[in-house]
């Protein structure tokens, strides 16, 4: 997507930048700050031609900024006269675009039996193989809606980040989880979780209610 073409773009100006013996901050809000530094003309530390090559790049990159605000603009206008997308949201790692992503692309929950379904559609449920009459889980499954199993795994990896300091039950079920699992596959977890949640806040049309007990990690 836009975003992504975006990330690739900020990355390219960096590493021309670091040819220079100059480290840019990375992120999107630092944009401001690459432009008043190829804009410094008194800094000899990047040539005259190859600051303008730069700008050309800095060019792109506010023109695709632009594209991007005007999407998220229309985003949260949807978001925002969706209810369901509105209740979604109340989902810890869920934010306006996976709800709204969630909302539009999942019209009938009842359409699927559980949440586990919905989790399973999505590509979040680990493939299950027989094995001496015995079940033993695979890799992650690749079927199902892949926009969405993207978008809840990276909201589901930045609740993790953002776990210190947190002592609710769901944390609590967190920090459960990645004492027993790697990072990588607690975060799969979380997004499974996540997508199960997502199930029954728009089944039952009520907002999320975080735990208040501490639970035992699955």
């Known amino acids: 997507g836009l975003g992504d073409v975006y990330k690739r773009q900020i990355n390219a100006l960096r590493s021309?930048?670091?040819?220079?013996?100059?480290?840019?901050?990375?992120?999107?809000?630092?944009?401001?700050?690459?432009?008043?530094?190829?804009?410094?003309?008194?800094?000899?530390?990047?040539?005259?031609?190859?600051?303008?090559?730069?700008?050309?790049?800095i060019a792109a990159l506010q023109s695709l900024e632009e594209r991007i605000?005007?999407?998220?603009?229309?985003?949260?206008?949807?978001?925002?006269a969706n209810p369901a997308s509105r209740r979604l949201a109340t989902i810890p790692g869920i934010g306006p675009i996976t709800a709204s992503a969630i909302a539009a692309t999942i019209a009938d929950p009842s359409a699927f039996k559980s949440g586990r379904e919905l989790?399973?559609?999505?590509?979040?449920?680990?493939?299950?193989h027989s094995s001496g009459g015995k079940?033993?889980?695979g890799r992650v499954s690749k079927q199902g809606d892949r926009y969405l199993r993207r978008l809840l795994t990276v909201g589901a990896t930045a609740v993790i980040r953002r776990l210190p300091g947190k002592t609710d039950g769901h944390s609590a079920w967190i920090r459960a989880l990645l004492d027993r699992r790697?990072?990588?596959?607690a975060s799969l977890a979380l997004a499974?979780?996540?997508?199960?949640?997502?199930?029954?806040?728009?089944?039952?049309?009520?907002?999320?209610r975080a735990p208040t007990m501490t639970t035992t990690a699955a």
């Open 16 to 57: 021309h930048l670091g040819e220079f013996g100059i480290i840019a901050p990375a992120g999107r809000h630092h944009i401001a700050d690459l432009i008043n530094l190829l804009s410094d003309v008194s800094d000899d530390d990047i040539p005259a031609l190859a600051r303008e090559a730069l700008r050309s790049v």
């Open 69 to 80: 605000k005007a999407i998220e603009a229309v985003i949260m206008r949807e978001h925002k």
């Open 119 to 128: 989790a399973a559609w999505i590509g979040l449920v680990p493939r299950q």
């Open 135 to 137: 079940q033993r889980l």
């Open 182 to 185: 790697p990072f990588r596959l």
């Open 192 to 208: 499974n979780k996540m997508a199960r949640i997502a199930w029954a806040v728009m089944l039952r049309q009520e907002a999320y």
